[in-house]
């Protein structure tokens, strides 16, 4: 079992940035694959980024790409996203998740952060 707890959410004006954080605990993520994932109210989940824990390889979506940044911290056990030039359109709640394979869904996540960006 995989535990990830999120934080870092709260409310921010636009352009402004906010830092995300999710602490992993259970296993040993050497081999895991970490997302970041938002949902929108009335809206579904959509990818965000992620981060291959080994090599710290990344991927971001085309509507974050140049603004977000995922990252690792392998003694803490921490991924953070941080976003910058934050839209109104980038408010929703943020959910950190893993999974061991590329290919197939994500195995386990966290409960979610609220970010709120204001115009």
């Known amino acids: 079992q995989v535990q990830l707890v999120e934080s870092g959410g709260g409310l921010v004006q636009a352009g402004g940035s906010l830092r995300l954080y999710c602490a992993a605990s259970?296993?040993?993520?050497?081999?895991?694959?970490m997302g970041w994932f938002r949902q929108a109210p009335g809206k579904e989940r959509e990818f965000v980024a992620r981060i291959r824990w080994s090599d710290g390889s990344t991927l971001y979506a085309d509507s974050v790409k140049g603004r977000f940044t995922v990252s690792r911290d392998n003694v803490k056990n921490t991924v953070y996203l941080q976003m910058n030039s934050l839209k109104p359109e980038d408010t929703a709640v943020y959910y950190c998740a893993a999974k061991i394979y590329l290919v197939g869904e994500y195995d386990y996540w966290g409960q979610g952060t609220q970010v709120t960006v204001s115009s």
């Open positions: 259970g296993r040993t993520l050497s081999s895991y694959f």
